[in-house]
């Protein structure tokens, strides 16, 4: 089995900062790419940013220039560090690994959520 384990979410204020964690573990064999979805309320979920197996990174254009994904070098590990956050920033962030494990069946995996409301 492949878990993802999301951890920093909470309550911020406008124009804080909040620096979010996912670590996966379990037989990963391949990933292809690692991200963040969030899913504000009642509303659909959508991708915030990934970061794939080249480096390469994208990001959702509400975010650019306040938000960064990385992986430093710690092994399946992805970090989002959140800057300028506003109100609509609130919602359940959710991490997500494209990849396999030991059946070879490319998946899609998701954490289990963590939330980040952003409120004065």
């Known amino acids: 089995q492949v878990q993802l384990v999301e951890s920093g979410g909470g309550l911020v204020q406008p124009g804080g900062s909040l620096g979010l964690s996912c670590v996966a573990s379990?037989?990963?064999?391949?990933?292809?790419?690692m991200g963040w979805y969030r899913q504000p309320p009642g509303k659909q979920r959508e991708l915030v940013a990934h970061?794939?197996?080249?480096?390469?990174?994208n990001y959702v254009d509400s975010v650019k220039g306040r938000f960064t994904i990385s992986r430093d070098n710690i092994k399946n590990t992805v970090y989002l560090q959140m800057n300028s956050l506003k109100p609509e920033d609130t919602a359940v962030y959710y991490c997500?690994?494209?990849?396999?494990?030991?059946?070879?069946?490319?998946?899609?995996?998701w954490g289990k959520g963590t939330l980040v409301t952003v409120s004065s």
């Open positions: 379990g037989s990963i064999i391949k990933i292809y790419a």
């Open positions: 970061i794939i197996g080249g480096g390469s990174t």
């Open positions: 997500n690994l494209d990849g396999y494990s030991s059946d070879y069946i490319r998946r899609r995996y």
